[in-house]
């Protein structure tokens, strides 16, 4: 059986994105691997099993295109305003809070903000299916 270990994304600016994920997502760096002209950062905090690897190619100034194919990473939250706020206090300026149901029970609720390379992150209250 595979273990899904880490998702990878390239950014244009790696301290401005450890940045970014240290506030919004309270992910550390649990390794570093610096190469000539590139690095790789793997960030990961306890709650975590799965990381986030960070590519960061030297001289790269153009903002990476995601194509049709990217969607998001989703993350499961307990308080979902309280993350709102904390976003909106850093100027990360998320999404309002929306909620989505099915035959009238609510499946999720929810809201989005954009990473410094324009990557697409889900805040969900934990709820249901959503742990």
């Known amino acids: 059986m595979a273990k899904i270990i880490h998702s990878m994304v390239r950014v244009v600016d790696l301290d401005k994105s450890l ?11 649990a390794e570093r691997l610096d190469f000539e002209g590139f690095s790789l950062v793997y960030l990961r905090n306890e709650e975590n099993d799965m990381e986030l ?11 990476y295109t995601h194509g049709s194919g990217y969607g998001h990473l989703a993350v499961a939250v307990d308080d979902l305003e309280a993350e709102h706020e904390k976003l909106v206090g850093f100027g990360y300026e998320p999404a309002e809070i929306k909620e989505f149901f099915r035959d009238g029970q609510l499946l999720a609720k929810f809201f ?4 410094p390379d324009g990557y697409k992150i ?4 934990r709820h249901g299916r959503y742990q």
């Open 19 to 29: 940045k970014f994920y240290k506030e919004a997502l309270e992910l550390d760096i």
């Open 53 to 63: 690897e960070l590519t960061w190619n030297e001289g790269t100034e153009e903002a």
């Open 112 to 115: 989005f903000v954009q990473d």
């Open 122 to 125: 889900e805040f969900l209250q």
